[in-house]
């Protein structure tokens, strides 16, 4: 593995002098789009985007002068090019359809266009970089390792698909020569990275717009897997201990012939207190102040890639102590007419069952998180695109039966074409049949979703929302008259 020596200022000014003066970005306000744009208005490119949904994202975008177009269409790039001229470049995610009318006219132009991977591709090879791929845990690894960095004075810069506490954003800018970064694996983009050091956190089929079945990701994984210089492994994760050979591995089960360890040794809905090894020698208790297995398992992929960068571990524990997780990961929002509410990104069966299991222990072990101590699990889940739920309506099932009440809201289709007979009613039926006398809601719109949670929610429930969607908004909408609002510190999350 490479030292983490800086790399020669003059190399690096000429590197950066490769992309034209500006760029812009179709669908800025995205949050990994987001964050390359302000990396790069930062690094002195003139930048702009468009984005047809109004945020603070593109409010900050705008204060650190990147131009905003609030529509998408042929004049936002007749104006680019009358100040600009020709030597732009366009930038599109995956969420770009083809017939988008700014990437047509990019075309008809024959602009140059590019996807964000290839910009992220740009900007890793700028400096050492740390690497998160995996089906989930990428967001709080990616996280933990900018917190951890940050406490230990090496302030990298950061492009994270989450907004990150310390940073209270979604990137972190600095003239240092260490970049931490998510790969992305939902679209295959991320064989285009050859990291210093790459994290997997864990494999599982996901994504199933993009590929046809497990073996088809496990390819994906293999090609990203062999462009890391040193690649860190998870080696409770069947799929990869099966299928990908890493330099290190890392464990939460197991010491004899791993890595990186940590054990857990007390739990409960708040914290873990957990025995660290090194190559199975002991090094020191750690609590990790955030819940959740899955979480301790994210927490020793970012010390494993912390020490791989010759972070030493006495400068680590700082940090380690001040974890706290990204928004929308198990985020405690505070009481409404006395029933705890909390919200997760969680969109896959997976997901659903770390979330519900967090808030599971929180009710059994009636820990002080608020003023109540939650009697009932409430849980609102929004599906993620068609393809998702036709793939997984029984998983999802089957996770959601672990609840007391349940909604489920109609789906998010995140761009893609309805499939006939796929709705959040095939959930709820596949519910029933687990569970039938689970008292389940499926409206047919989310404002009859918010009347409905209204009237069958009950004081000391814990409501737990969770869908990588607009629920979040939807709520919000519920929980304006958040009275007896109570600030909870810290964000916990899956």
């Not at 600009?84 to 140059?112: D, F, M, P, Q, W």
């Not at 349940?406 to 596949?430: H, M």
């Amino acid at each position: 593995m490479k030292s983490y020596l800086s790399l020669d200022t003059e190399a690096k000014l000429k590197k950066l002098q490769e992309l034209p003066p500006h760029i812009h970005f179709i669908g800025i306000g995205g949050i990994g789009m987001s964050a390359l744009a302000m990396i790069l208005a930062k690094n002195g490119y003139s930048i702009s985007g468009s984005d047809q949904k109004k945020s603070s994202t593109l409010n900050e975008l705008a204060k650190n002068q990147v131009h905003i177009f609030l529509t998408q269409e042929e004049s936002n790039i007749d104006e680019i090019l009358k100040i600009h001229g020709k030597n732009i470049l366009v930038v599109k995610s995956s969420a770009i359809r083809e017939n988008n009318v700014e990437l047509c006219y990019a075309k008809k132009y024959n602009l140059t266009i590019n996807h964000r991977s290839e910009i992220l591709a740009f900007l890793i090879e700028q400096k050492r970089s740390i690497i998160v791929s995996g089906s989930h845990g990428k967001t709080t690894t990616s996280t933990y390792i900018t917190t951890l960095l940050s406490y230990a004075n090496r302030n990298p810069t950061a492009i994270i698909g989450g907004i990150v506490p310390l940073y209270k954003k979604n990137y972190n800018f600095s003239d240092s020569d260490l970049l931490i970064a998510e790969a992305d694996e939902s679209d295959g983009s991320l064989v285009k990275f050859s990291p210093n050091i790459g994290v997997i956190t864990n494999l599982e089929l996901e994504h199933v717009d993009h590929y046809k079945n497990l073996e088809d990701l496990i390819k994906t994984m293999k090609k990203f897997a062999q462009k890391c210089e040193c690649l860190i492994t998870n080696f409770d994760c069947a799929n990869l201990k099966n299928n990908i050979q890493g330099s290190k591995w890392f464990s939460i089960q197991k010491i004899s012939n791993i890595d990186f360890s940590l054990i857990p040794i007390e739990s409960n809905g708040c914290e873990i207190i957990a025995e660290y090894y090194e190559k199975e020698k002991f090094i020191d208790v750690i609590k990790v102040p955030v819940p959740g297995i899955h979480n301790l398992s994210n927490t020793i992929a970012a010390i494993a890639a912390c020490r791989q960068a010759r972070i030493l571990f006495k400068d680590l524990k700082k940090g380690i102590e001040n974890l706290e997780l990204p928004s929308r990961r198990f985020e405690y929002k505070g009481l409404w007419k006395n029933r705890l509410i909390v919200e997760d990104y969680a969109h896959h069966p997976s997901e659903i069952d770390a979330a519900i299991s967090i808030a599971s222990t929180i009710i059994k072990t009636k820990n002080n998180l608020s003023k109540i101590s939650p009697k009932r699990l409430v849980t609102i889940f929004q599906p993620h695109r068609y393809s998702r739920t036709k793939e997984f309506e029984k998983e999802f099932a089957k996770s959601l039966s672990k609840s007391d009440l349940v909604f489920i809201a109609p789906i998010y289709s995140a761009g893609e074409d309805e499939i006939k007979g796929i709705n959040n009613k095939t959930i709820g039926y596949e519910l029933k049949k687990l569970k039938p006398n689970l008292e389940i809601y499926t409206p047919d719109h989310n404002k009859k979703l918010i009347k409905l949670i209204k009237e069958h929610t009950i004081e000391k429930d814990l409501i737990l929302i969770m869908g990588a969607g607009d629920i979040n908004i939807i709520c919000e909408n519920l929980f304006l008259d958040l009275i007896n609002h109570e600030s909870i510190s810290g964000t916990l999350a899956a």
